[in-house]
């Protein structure tokens, strides 16, 4: 009873010292916590931090109440388990920094602009016309229109094309029993940049369901590990769809494609054009500038 009195009295003297500076550090601490849990939600490193809390009550235990041999197993476990633990859950830690690189804090720094001469409106034109046709004829295909998040992993995969992107090509492409029919199609900047990717699988396929080919899995996989707009044309139905942040929409047609497109690539690529442009005149009148006081 006496050493939870103890416990107690230390939170209440805590209490009484906290200022601004503790009270923010809290409120910090707390909020990347959720971030965090956030993050690992339904993966398997959400199990690996249950485990690592119980793995810590264990050890208080221990301390407190002086076990000698579940001590000895206890530092001996620590001294291998963060190891063990980074080769066990690379591909959940992988994905975690991923999404941690893809918040809206780490684009502000590391915001990528695309090239301003680059016509995304027609290109987005041409995909969308390209997954109508496709959709007509129940012709399977799959088109990864990439943002911020660079896909040259999964480019490597693939026949690399560095072609303008037309109704026509991406027609070729999946035409069944074409050489590359089968994989993913990589869109970089209006351009296709590669045909024939391999896409990873879905982080939890077994909660997808039954009815999705492997397609539609290909393509929530694709963008779980990415901020890239995935879309499917189904082979069995014709039914055009969209992944993005791993979830999937489906039954679009044209105008829902062309609208949900030009929200999520064509606002972000002007945004980027009209930065990029900002900055060139900025530099041109500082050096003008410059030259005059020269």
């Keep these: 009873m006496a050493f939870f009195n103890d416990i107690v009295d230390n939170i209440i003297g805590i209490i009484r010292t906290m200022g601004i500076v503790d009270i923010l550090?809290?409120?910090?601490?707390?909020?990347?916590?959720?971030?965090?849990?956030?993050?690992?939600?339904?993966?398997?490193?959400?199990?690996?931090?249950?485990?690592?809390?119980?793995?810590?009550?264990?050890?208080?235990?221990?301390?407190?109440?002086?076990?000698?041999?579940?001590?000895v197993l206890s530092e001996t476990f620590f001294s291998i388990a963060l190891m063990t633990v980074i080769v066990m859950f690379q591909p959940e830690l992988r994905r975690v920094f991923e999404k941690l690189g893809r918040t809206k804090v780490m684009q502000t720094f590391t915001s990528i602009t695309t090239?301003?001469?680059?016509?995304?409106?027609?290109?987005?034109?041409?995909?969308?016309?390209?997954?109508?046709?496709?959709?007509?004829?129940?012709?399977?295909?799959?088109?990864?229109?990439?943002?911020?998040?660079?896909?040259?992993?999964?480019?490597?995969?693939?026949?690399?094309?560095?072609?303008?992107?037309?109704?026509?090509?991406?027609?070729?492409?999946?035409?069944?029993?074409?050489?590359?029919?089968?994989?993913a199609v990589i869109v970089?900047?209006?351009?296709?940049?590669?045909?024939g990717c391999f896409l990873p699988k879905p982080q939890n396929e077994e909660f997808i369901s039954k009815d999705l080919g492997t397609r539609h899995r290909a393509a929530i996989g694709m963008s779980?590990?990415?901020?890239?707009?995935?879309?499917?044309?189904?082979?069995?139905?014709?039914?055009?769809?969209?992944?993005?942040?791993?979830?999937?929409?489906?039954?679009?047609?044209?105008?829902?494609?062309?609208?949900?497109?030009?929200?999520k690539i064509l606002s972000g690529t002007e945004n980027g054009s009209a930065k990029a442009k900002q900055k060139r005149v900025k530099k041109r009148n500082n050096k003008s500038t410059q030259e005059l006081k020269g």
């Excluded at 249950?50 to 076990?67: H, M, N, P, T």
């Excluded at 969308?128 to 992993?153: D, F, N």
């Excluded at 189904?234 to 062309?258: F, M, P, Q, V």
């Design 188 to 195: 970089r900047e209006g351009v296709v940049l590669a045909a």
């Design 25 to 71: 550090d809290i409120l910090l601490m707390s909020y990347l916590a959720y971030k965090l849990l956030k993050l690992i939600r339904e993966t398997r490193a959400e199990q690996l931090l249950r485990g690592i809390i119980a793995i810590f009550l264990i050890f208080f235990v221990v301390s407190q109440f002086e076990l000698r041999v579940l001590g």
């Design 224 to 263: 779980e590990i990415s901020d890239a707009i995935v879309i499917v044309v189904s082979e069995e139905t014709g039914i055009i769809s969209i992944a993005e942040n791993g979830s999937l929409k489906r039954g679009l047609d044209r105008a829902k494609l062309t609208q949900i497109l030009s929200n």
């Design 115 to 183: 090239d301003p001469r680059t016509d995304m409106g027609a290109a987005i034109e041409q995909i969308v016309g390209a997954c109508e046709k496709l959709s007509r004829s129940a012709t399977g295909a799959i088109i990864v229109m990439e943002r911020q998040t660079k896909l040259g992993e999964q480019a490597d995969t693939g026949v690399v094309l560095n072609a303008t992107a037309s109704t026509e090509l991406l027609g070729n492409i999946f035409f069944p029993n074409s050489p590359m029919h089968d994989g």
